[in-house]
């Protein structure tokens, strides 16, 4: 029992982990909580949707899709709303009013264009369980996990083994000093939106495997910013492990105290920690960016 | 590129910058030739870093023209002036903080890599052979400066004077023709000030390149300087050699003050 909530757990964090990393990534360049984040997720998962029902792609390429769909959003949203405001030297309280009102915008138009209803991927989708020692754990936790795993390996050596990263990571130290070393501050913020809305959209699709794809569910992307305040805003590490932290978390209150009880938990969670350390675990200064 | 001679390394033409009604910088000229130190002084809000500014992209001007090596660069990006060859350190010290030493170097040169993600990735030969190259410069700037055996430590556990060589190291990464130094000796006493200018000599020397400095110490653009213009209030009120700027009147009214 304990070592398959683990793995539940774990597959959960993951999720969230996908979708932390992203708020960390936007935060650390341009300190504000990108709060469309979670639509972006919610995108992928119905573009994987309409590539396996309408065009009848295989399921490969219909996730593929997904996390395509994700990454355009994602780019389409900083290239034509939130660039604007930068360039207009708005506070950054304006890119995070814009970003709730492209969420709430995401939201209504999937509503419109696909209704309220549940809808699944239809293919058959691995939901048997193998036993490993007495317990069960589900193929698809598993799946997802592997997944999940690479991908965030891929994003951590891109952060920090490539000369991508290391401009990524320059220019969220001091953007004003980057640019005037050659690096294309701009460009490389489009990139990065790139890459955290193609994280959105793998996560889209694997939340959508587990409980469908629905208008509202991007409002997972809540539980992955709190992941990442926990992890420490603006830090990858930090955001990955406060991801798995909440998805172990949710999952052992869900089985052993109650599954109502599992936002109460998460969230007493976060006001603890912001009370004890309120840099987060892996943050370094949280100063000037509250 | 060799320079031939007769064209002035940087130039700038009736440049001028208001913001609102202020003019930060009026009617500006200047021409400084290859290999020549020329210092910019004034009053606090003359208009100094606002030129800094001008030449480096931040900002563009409202009039007149800037010219690098012959070649119109006025409102570039700053990105394209870096890759061009202007190098420049910042009043207030801009390293990135939270990384280490080297990588601060190495991001200036980063432009030099050909490799692409799949290559990184994978690790591809050009991936490693790039990397290496990148490093081995790095280091090589930074023994210049000194700063060899702290490659690893985070930038801002430098003391303060390392810093500033920290950023000068990092600006030559560019392979700079032309660096801009903002105040290099601000916060510096009179014996770190002549260390300083020493310094700023051998980097002259050492990569024969034309060097463009705000200075506030006298003293220091008196032992530095082949020329300098002082601004005040955005006007240029004298140029010529430290002693003749001196020796100028009006500097001392507006700026020297006794």
Not at chain 1, 41 to 63: D, E, H, N, Q, R
Not at chain 1, 86 to 95: C, K, V
Request: charged share 15%; net charge neutral; with cysteine.
């Amino acid at each position: 029992m304990f070592f398959q909530q683990l793995i539940t757990g774990i597959s959960v964090g993951g999720i969230y982990a996908l979708l932390a990393t992203g708020y960390s990534l936007i935060y650390s360049l341009l300190d504000f909580s990108n709060w469309s984040h979670g639509e972006f997720a919610m995108i992928g998962a119905y573009t994987a949707i309409v590539f396996s029902t309408v065009v009848k792609a295989p399921f490969a390429l219909a996730a593929l899709a997904g996390v395509a769909g994700g990454a355009l959003v994602s780019f389409l949203c900083e290239r034509f709303a939130y660039r604007r405001i930068r360039r207009n030297g708005a506070p950054n309280m304006f890119l995070m009013i814009a970003a709730m009102g492209l969420s709430n915008v995401f939201q209504q138009a999937s509503n419109l264009i696909f209704t309220g209803q549940y809808r699944s991927y239809p293919f058959q989708l691995p939901v048997s369980t193998v036993k490993v020692g007495s317990a069960y754990i589900g193929v698809l936790d598993v799946v997802s996990l592997l997944i999940t795993a690479v991908v965030l390996m891929a994003l951590i050596y891109m952060i920090n083994k490539t000369q991508f990263g290391l401009n990524v990571r320059a220019i969220a130290n001091n953007a004003g000093a980057a640019k005037v070393l050659g690096i294309k501050v701009d460009s490389n913020i489009a990139k990065v939106f790139l890459l955290a809305g193609s994280l959105a959209g793998v996560a889209g699709v694997l939340y959508g495997m587990k409980y469908n794809v629905f208008p509202t569910m991007g409002n997972v992307g809540l539980k992955a910013f709190i992941a990442s305040v926990i992890g420490g805003l603006g830090s990858v590490p930090g955001a990955i492990v406060g991801a798995m932290l909440l998805g172990v978390l949710e999952t052992f209150v869900s089985a052993y105290i109650s599954s109502s009880l599992r936002d109460f938990f998460s969230f007493a969670l976060l006001i603890v920690l912001l009370l004890v350390k309120p840099s987060g675990l892996f943050g370094v200064d949280v100063q000037d960016k509250a | 590129m060799t320079n031939n001679n007769s064209t002035p390394v940087l130039e700038m033409i009736h440049v001028e910058k208001h913001f609102g009604g202020v003019h930060a910088i009026d009617d500006f000229s200047v021409k400084i030739e290859h290999g020549k130190i020329h210092g910019l002084i004034g009053p606090n809000g003359a208009g100094k870093t606002t030129i800094f500014n001008n030449i480096t992209g931040i900002y563009a001007p409202d009039a007149g023209q800037i010219l690098f090596n012959g070649t119109d660069i006025t409102g570039t990006p700053p990105h394209r002036i870096a890759q061009i060859g202007i190098g420049r350190t910042f009043q207030n010290i801009r390293l990135f903080a939270n990384m280490s030493v080297i990588d601060n170097v190495i991001i200036a040169s980063n432009m030099d890599a050909k490799y692409n993600l799949p290559g990184a990735l994978l690790h591809s030969g050009q991936y490693k052979e790039d990397e290496k190259k990148l490093r081995e410069k790095a280091i090589d700037l930074l023994s210049v400066v000194g700063l060899q055996d702290k490659l690893d430590e985070r930038a801002n556990s430098l003391p303060y004077g390392h810093q500033r060589k920290l950023e000068i190291a990092r600006a030559m990464a560019l392979n700079p023709k032309l660096l801009l130094l903002d105040e290099p000796a601000a916060g510096m006493n009179a014996e770190e000030s002549v260390e300083l200018a020493n310094f700023v000599r051998f980097i002259r020397e050492r990569f024969d390149i034309t060097i463009l400095m705000i200075e506030h110490h006298m003293d220091v653009v008196t032992n530095l300087c082949d020329y300098c213009t002082v601004l005040n209030f955005g006007k240029t009120i004298a140029v010529g050699t430290p002693a003749e700027v001196k020796a100028d009147p009006e500097v001392i009214r507006a700026y020297l003050g006794s």
